[in-house]
């Protein structure tokens, strides 16, 4: 019997290890110089690219809307989602991972006067990210009301667009976001994307500009071993040299 179970483990056990599958890990989209689709790199790729390869873990990314992200992980058609917010008790979420520095930016040319109070946009159409809301908070979402229009865009490339376009007169927006893709549609189209981000007037938010993102896991293990792995890449300088290859430091 001994040499029976023997013989079927030997069997068994290739076959289980080849049917194990790489994790499902989402980003957003758009969102350069941390996810850069097209490339398949960028500040947040690349550090999950080194943590994974560290654990010895394969995977496979998968690009969706912010929140195509909470709803794929929820539902289980993803282990892991990169770059969200901990706000569901039924998921594991890291230690904080990336932050963005999220300004309100207007034209010079329109003096919008704004002191730090959201009621002061009532009248104005803003162009935000995607699940804004969730960040900003209850103030944010009150005087939201009082807005000629508002929109979120799972793509920050057409929110900086139409912003350039006049769809809308503010845009809220990490400030190396809206660089990357000014610049883009400039060299793309110098008529139609003129200025420059010296014709840009720059207020933090009210409740401040960072904006702390964490990676969501449907296991809790797995989210210990990120969180061990994720805290030695800060110690050994793996995590500053990432956010530096893209003229980013600390």
Not at 4 to 29: C, H, M, S
Not at 105 to 110: I, K, N, P, T
Not at 147 to 156: D, K, L, M, N, P
């Amino acid at each position: 019997m001994r040499v029976v179970l023997v013989l079927l483990t030997l069997l068994l056990g290739p076959l289980g290890q080849a049917d194990e599958q790489p994790l499902k890990v989402l980003f957003g989209q758009s969102r350069p110089p941390f996810v850069m689709v097209e490339e398949q790199r960028g500040i947040s790729l690349d550090l999950m690219r080194e943590a994974f390869a560290r654990l010895g873990l394969s995977w496979v990314p998968g690009f969706v809307s912010n929140q195509r992200m909470a709803v794929e992980l929820r539902q289980g058609r993803a282990d892991v989602a990169v770059e969200v917010l901990p706000d569901d008790p039924g998921l594991f979420y890291s230690q904080p991972f990336m932050v963005y520095h999220n300004y309100l930016v207007s034209r010079r040319a329109d003096a919008i006067a704004f002191t730090g109070d959201w009621a002061e946009l009532a009248g104005l159409r803003v162009c935000a990210w995607q699940d804004a809301e969730q960040g900003l908070g209850p103030l944010f979402v009150a005087a939201r009301q009082g807005f000629a229009g508002y929109r979120e865009y799972a793509s920050q490339r057409q929110q900086v667009e139409h912003w350039l376009q006049g769809q809308c007169q503010v845009i809220l927006i990490d400030l190396l976001v809206l660089q990357y893709h000014w610049r883009s549609l400039h060299e793309q189209n110098p008529q139609r994307f003129g200025g420059s981000l010296r014709d840009a007037q720059y207020q933090p938010l009210p409740q401040g500009r960072e904006l702390w993102w964490h990676v969501g896991f449907r296991s809790q293990a797995l989210r210990d071993r990120f969180d061990k792995e994720l805290t030695r890449m800060r110690l050994d300088g793996s995590y500053e040299r990432a956010l530096r290859a893209y003229g980013i430091a600390e």
